[in-house]
């Protein structure tokens, strides 16, 4: 069984800095791709950005430049760095990993990320 476990969300002002990590216990394999998508209020689920177990990143449009998503594949953990947060990132993150193997799609719990202008 795979949990994912999310920290770093919070409130932060326009321009601000936040740190999202997702910690993912349980058998995840070696092929996968781990990444974070959001939810704002009224608004369809979006990927944000994700990356492979080999390194490949993918960034939604609206974050290039802005966001970057790392990995340690060591410790089953991925992180999302936001910097120049805007109030239309505000939304909830959830992080999500990809099991290739069995073709196994898991989520976190969600985490509110609130930036204020």
């Known amino acids: 069984q795979v949990q994912l476990v999310e920290s770093g969300g919070g409130l932060v002002q326009a321009g601000g800095s936040l740190r999202l990590s997702c910690a993912a216990s349980?058998?995840?394999?070696?092929?996968?791709?781990m990444g974070w998508f959001r939810q704002a209020p009224g608004k369809q689920r979006e990927l944000v950005a994700s990356?492979?177990?080999?390194?490949?990143?993918n960034y939604a449009e609206s974050v290039k430049g802005r966001f970057t998503i790392s990995r340690d594949n060591a410790k089953n953990t991925v992180y999302l760095q936001m910097n120049s947060l805007k109030p239309e990132d505000t939304a909830v993150y959830y992080c999500?990993?990809?099991?290739?193997?069995?073709?196994?799609?898991?989520w976190g719990q969600g985490t509110q990320v609130t930036v204020s202008s």
């Open positions: 999500n990993t990809k099991v290739l193997i069995t073709r196994t799609d898991y």
């Open positions: 349980g058998s995840i394999g070696s092929v996968n791709v």
């Open positions: 990356i492979t177990s080999g390194g490949t990143t």
